[in-house]
Antibody, heavy 120, light 109 residues
Framework: QAQLVQSGAEVTKPGASVKVSCKASGFTLTTFGIHWVRQAPGQRLEYMGW????????QYSQNFQGRVTLTRDTSASAVYMKLSSLRSEDTAVYYC?????????????WGQGTLVTVSS | QTVVTQEPSLTVSPGGTVTLTCTSN?????????PNWFQQKPGQAPTTLIYSTNNKHSWTPARFSGSLLGGKAALTLSGVQPEDEADYYCLLHYSDNWVFGGGTKLTVL
């Protein structure tokens, strides 16, 4: 059964960086793209960006350009989301979600989410 | 700035039918926006119900269907069950970017 398993909750300070992992289970990561989405408490889902886990190409939402970096480690079957220059407004649950590389627009399974709390 | 709009809240009776819509401020929603629909229950991650306008995943209950309706993307629930009470989000694709709608809180009452 295909699953995305994310790393545990993080508490960090303003100005710091956080790195969240998303590990593939039950499927070959390199045949998919991975999106990242966040949700602040009580708020809507917000799109952050995407990595092609096959060739490592990335695309970022303008709202996060320059602050977010997506990477992959194929040997670990994992992708990583690093968000820098954190501020309190970045407190949110961060999700990864799988998309087919062969057919555009097919969002599939989601990770369980990782709560990131930014607080001094 | 691209804005995707959904009804903030809707109420439906058990066994009834309800249609949620998804509107783009750039114009009519088409299949080229690859509309996706997600269900999210409190404290849980979203699950994908519909992709590319009207396609269901293997786990999507038959009572959910997607379509294009009058320039909008639409999600119709037929024979609503109490467990369908949740937040529903649409997602549209624009030139290498994706934008979520604000979500619809569906109450089954």
């Amino acid at each position: 059964q295909a699953q995305l398993v994310q790393s545990g909750a993080e508490v960090t300070k303003p100005g710091a960086s956080v790195k969240v992992s998303c590990k593939a289970s039950g499927f070959t990561l390199t045949t998919f793209g991975i999106h990242w989405v966040r949700q602040a408490p009580g708020q809507r889902l917000e799109y952050m960006g995407w990595i092609n886990a096959g060739d490592g190409r990335t695309q970022y939402s303008q709202n996060f350009q320059g602050r977010v970096t997506l990477t992959r480690d194929t040997s670990a079957s994992a992708v990583y989301m690093k968000l820098s220059s954190l501020r309190s407004e970045d407190t949110a649950v961060y999700y990864c979600a799988r998309q087919s590389l062969t057919i555009l627009g097919v969002w599939e399974v989601w990770g369980q989410g990782t709560l990131v709390t930014v607080s001094s | 700035q691209t804005v995707v709009t959904q009804e903030p809240s809707l109420t439906v009776s058990p066994g009834g039918t309800v249609t949620l819509t998804c509107t783009s401020n750039t114009g009519a929603v088409t299949s080229g926006h690859y509309p996706n629909w997600f269900q999210q229950k409190p404290g849980q991650a979203p699950t994908t119900l519909i992709y590319s306008t009207n396609n269901k995943h293997s786990w999507t209950p038959a009572r959910f269907s997607g379509s294009l309706l009058g320039g909008k993307a639409a999600l119709t629930l037929s024979g609503v069950q109490p467990e369908d009470e949740a937040d529903y989000y649409c997602l549209l694709h624009y030139s290498d970017n994706w934008v979520f709608g604000g979500g619809t809180k569906l109450t089954v009452l």
